[in-house]
């Protein structure tokens, strides 16, 4: 389990001057070993500032790329006299080469000016290509080595977190790096620590500190909700079904959701699977959104029928065995409960609606599954270790309550099918002897 320390200290209060080694070292003496502390961003040098872009000109090459040639505003630079002036005189803006198509006139980025130095020694000079003499790079989250972004360049919005961007101030503290990363070792005993609400608690016991639990809830028991749901197997004690619809379909996710689920080592994707991952992450409890469109008919929680099939999410084909645990509808199965969700109810760039399920599974139906099928997933093995079942529905709430702040939509009336099964606690009888 990787843990991020500013999402830690979110949740943990931890006394001024706390360092990540203490930290550290509290856990792996109390809980659980912390095998290494990694530095997001730590081998950034130089300067790296935040930029606008004052235009940008697509320039189509022989090669039949198209390359933008950029002026961006980063700041004044200075003469020998000390007054501001720019890299050229009487032009406004550096300019800089770039080939990311999200390169566009107003955005704001973040450049490397020449004198940094990226990940693996890269240093950044001013240099003649393309016909022009580029004098930085705009950069995206892999060449800063903080992540990964498969649409191009870093672009922020013009206010984070109620500061106002400023060309040319460092670029940093507001991509939050570096940023030092817990990597716990987890043992199959303490499954609970396989989530920032575990670890974070954990810290807390050790360092005698507050933690504030924002998953605390009374069991929730069945409501008749607006989604059919019928639980066939006791294989599921309860199910909770969400209707969000209304999404907007460009809502990007916010950059702090991006940069905690990969810096606690999963990739973004889109809104929607960000911030189920997100709140699995947080809470521990894993969550699977159905595309509402292609849902038809009732929601059944049931054993797999003899040669049944379901492709799932990774594009493979499976021959179900009787004793996996399945999600169906009308249509036959739609996903292997607590492991995968199936490729016909994916939620891919278009859906508008969807269906949350948050559910709490046997741990060994769903182990034996995972491992029958090769399958292994961040839901299984933490389905295998046993979650919290009171957290199902909140976790399901709070994944809702995201989507509807960042992606515009509108969240329903819960379905809520089985109790939350009572947690014996164990009793230990200690005879002491006559003293």
Same mark, same amino acid.
């Given at each position: 389990?990787?843990?991020?320390?500013?999402?830690?200290?979110?949740?943990?209060?931890?006394?001024?001057?706390?360092?990540?080694? +203490?930290?550290?070292?509290?856990?792996?003496?109390?809980?659980?070993?912390?095998?290494?502390?990694?530095?997001? #961003?730590?081998?950034?040098?130089?300067?790296?500032?935040?930029?606008?872009?004052?235009?940008?000109?697509?320039?189509?090459?022989?090669?039949?790329?198209?390359?933008?040639?950029?002026?961006?505003?980063?700041?004044?630079?200075?003469n020998?006299?000390?007054?501001? +002036?720019?890299?050229?005189?009487?032009?406004?803006?550096?300019?800089?080469?770039?080939?990311?198509?999200?390169?566009?006139?107003?955005?704001?980025?973040?450049?490397?000016?020449?004198?940094?130095?990226?990940?693996?020694?890269?240093?950044?000079? @001013?240099? +003649?290509?393309? !016909?022009?003499?580029?004098?930085?790079?705009?950069?995206?989250?892999?060449?800063?080595?903080?992540?990964?972004?498969?649409?191009?360049?870093?672009?922020?919005?013009?206010?984070?977190?109620?500061?106002?961007?400023?060309p040319?101030?460092?670029a940093?503290?507001?991509?939050?790096v570096?940023?030092?990363?817990?990597?716990?070792?987890?043992?199959?005993?303490?499954?609970?620590?396989? %989530?920032?609400?575990?670890?974070?608690?954990?810290?807390?016991?050790?360092?005698?500190?507050?933690?504030?639990?924002?998953?605390?809830?009374?069991?929730?028991?069945?409501?008749?909700?607006?989604?059919?749901?019928?639980?066939?197997?006791? @294989?599921?004690?309860?199910?909770?079904?969400?209707?969000?619809?209304?999404?907007?379909?460009?809502?990007?996710?916010?950059?702090?959701?991006t940069?905690?689920?990969?810096?606690? !080592?999963?990739?973004p994707?889109?809104?929607?699977?960000?911030?189920t991952?997100?709140?699995m992450?947080?809470?521990?409890?894993?969550?699977?959104?159905?595309?509402?469109? &292609?849902?038809?008919?009732?929601?059944?929680?049931r054993? @797999?029928?003899?040669?049944?099939?379901?492709?799932?999410?990774?594009?493979?084909?499976?021959?179900?065995?009787?004793?996996?645990?399945?999600?169906?509808?009308? %249509?036959?199965?739609? #996903?292997?409960?607590?492991?995968?969700?199936?490729?016909?109810?994916?939620?891919?760039?278009?859906?508008?609606?969807i269906?949350?399920?948050?559910?709490?599974?046997?741990?060994?139906?769903?182990?034996?599954?995972?491992?029958?099928? +090769?399958?292994?997933?961040?839901?299984?093995?933490?389905?295998?270790?046993?979650?919290?079942?009171?957290?199902?529905?909140?976790?399901?709430?709070?994944?809702?309550?995201?989507?509807?702040?960042?992606?515009?939509?509108?969240?329903?009336?819960?379905?809520?099918?089985?109790?939350?099964?009572?947690?014996?606690?164990?009793?230990?009888?200690?005879?002491?002897? &006559?003293?």
């Amino acid at each position: 389990m990787k843990v991020p320390m500013s999402w830690l200290q979110a949740m943990v209060n931890l006394p001024d001057g706390t360092t990540t080694d +203490k930290v550290a070292k509290a856990l792996t003496n109390h809980t659980a070993t912390v095998e290494k502390v990694e530095v997001v #961003g730590g081998e950034l040098t130089g300067p790296i500032v935040i930029g606008h872009i004052l235009s940008s000109v697509p320039e189509p090459q022989k090669n039949g790329k198209v390359i933008n040639w950029c002026r961006v505003d980063v700041g004044p630079r200075y003469n020998a006299e000390g007054h501001p +002036k720019n890299i050229e005189e009487g032009v406004e803006g550096r300019g800089i080469i770039c080939g990311a198509p999200n390169a566009v006139e107003g955005a704001w980025v973040v450049v490397s000016l020449p004198g940094a130095v990226l990940p693996g020694g890269f240093a950044i000079s @001013a240099r +003649k290509t393309y !016909g022009h003499m580029s004098d930085g790079m705009l950069c995206a989250s892999d060449e800063l080595g903080i992540g990964v972004d498969d649409a191009g360049i870093i672009t922020l919005p013009p206010s984070v977190e109620g500061h106002q961007l400023v060309p040319g101030e460092d670029a940093l503290p507001i991509l939050g790096v570096p940023e030092e990363v817990l990597d716990v070792d987890v043992t199959p005993d303490i499954g609970y620590c396989m %989530s920032m609400r575990g670890i974070a608690r954990e810290v807390a016991h050790a360092m005698s500190v507050h933690f504030r639990d924002p998953y605390d809830e009374e069991p929730i028991g069945p409501v008749l909700g607006p989604v059919a749901v019928d639980v066939q197997s006791d @294989a599921c004690s309860q199910f909770i079904a969400l209707p969000v619809s209304g999404m907007n379909l460009g809502a990007p996710t916010p950059r702090f959701i991006t940069d905690r689920i990969t810096r606690a !080592g999963m990739r973004p994707i889109n809104l929607v699977v960000d911030v189920t991952n997100y709140v699995m992450l947080e809470s521990g409890q894993p969550l699977h959104a159905y595309d509402a469109d &292609n849902v038809s008919g009732t929601i059944v929680v049931r054993k @797999a029928h003899e040669g049944e099939h379901l492709l799932t999410l990774d594009d493979t084909d499976r021959t179900l065995d009787p004793d996996d645990l399945v999600i169906a509808d009308d %249509s036959g199965a739609i #996903g292997l409960a607590g492991v995968m969700g199936g490729a016909a109810t994916e939620v891919t760039a278009e859906t508008t609606s969807i269906i949350l399920e948050g559910a709490h599974f046997d741990p060994m139906t769903v182990a034996r599954a995972y491992r029958r099928h +090769k399958l292994g997933s961040e839901a299984s093995r933490r389905f295998e270790r046993g979650v919290d079942p009171i957290c199902a529905h909140t976790a399901a709430v709070r994944a809702a309550e995201l989507l509807a702040q960042y992606g515009g939509a509108t969240v329903g009336e819960p379905t809520v099918v089985g109790e939350v099964p009572e947690m014996p606690r164990p009793t230990i009888n200690v005879d002491f002897p &006559n003293r």
